[in-house]
Antibody, heavy 119, light 110 residues
Framework: QVQVVESGGGLVEPGGSLRLSCAAS????????MTWIRQAPGKGLEWVSY????????YYADSVKGRFTISRDNAQNSLYLQMHSLRAEDTAVYYC????????????WGQGTLVTVSS | QSALTQPASVSGSPGQSITISCTGTSSDVGGYNFVSWYRQHPGKAPQLMIYDVSNRPSGVSNRFSGSKSGNTASLTISGLQAEDEALYYCNSYTSSSTWVFGGGTKLTVL
């Protein structure tokens, strides 16, 4: 069955960096766009970034543009989010999700990985 | 990239119907039929409930339905059940080739 599993979260100081990973299984990873979505503690969902199936098209939310980089390795069925210059407001659970084939919604989500930015 | 507007909370009794609205602009909700709805129980990942305005994924109860008029989309849940109590988020594709979520609506089953 379709599964996406995030890892790499943890505690990092303001200004620091962290790399999140998402391992996908149960589907042909190279056929699908993938996305990162986050949720600050007690807050709503915020779309962060997405990457096309080939990795050529990439988009970011304004709140992370210039600081975060999304990438993928289709040979390893993996999605990544490299985060730099982290701020307290980046503290959130980060979800990896598959974008459906029509690129209109997010059909499978992982359980999330918590990133805490604090000194 | 302003968030879509949802009511903070709605409530209903078991068996009743409720509707959650999601208001955007012509650059998102009004411009595309790419509106989706997600349910999130406490401590859990969001789950897709409606996509492309009114389509239900396999396995989602037909008590859930979606619609759109102009810049406002709506999620209706009929025959409310205790298990429906959760947070609900709308989402839309935008003219900037990004996505935007609503602020979320807490549904309480009385």
């Amino acid at each position: 069955q379709v599964q996406v599993v995030e890892s790499g979260g943890g505690l990092v100081e303001p200004g620091g960096s962290l790399r999140l990973s998402c391992a996908a299984s149960g589907f042909l990873f190279s056929d699908y766009f993938m996305t990162w979505i986050r949720q600050a503690p007690g807050k709503g969902l915020e779309w962060v970034s997405y990457i096309s199936s080939s990795g050529v098209s990439i988009y970011y939310a304004d709140s992370v543009k210039g600081r975060f980089t999304i990438s993928r390795d289709n040979a390893q069925n993996s999605l990544y989010l490299q985060m730099h210059s982290l701020r307290a407001e980046d503290t959130a659970v980060y979800y990896c999700a598959r974008v459906d084939v029509m690129v209109s919604h997010f059909d499978y989500w992982g359980q999330g990985t918590l990133v805490t930015v604090s000194s | 990239q302003s968030a879509l507007t949802q009511p903070a909370s709605v409530s209903g009794s078991p068996g009743q119907s409720i509707t959650i609205s999601c208001t955007g602009t012509s650059s998102d909700v009004g411009g595309y039929n790419f509106v989706s709805w997600y349910r999130q129980h406490p401590g859990k990942a969001p789950q897709l409930m409606i996509y492309d305005v009114s389509n239900r994924p396999s396995g989602v109860s037909n008590r859930f339905s979606g619609s759109k008029s102009g810049n406002t989309a709506s999620l209706t849940i009929s025959g409310l059940q205790a298990e429906d109590e959760a947070l609900y988020y709308c989402n839309s594709y935008t003219s900037s080739s990004t996505w935007v979520f609503g602020g979320g609506t807490k549904l309480t089953v009385l």
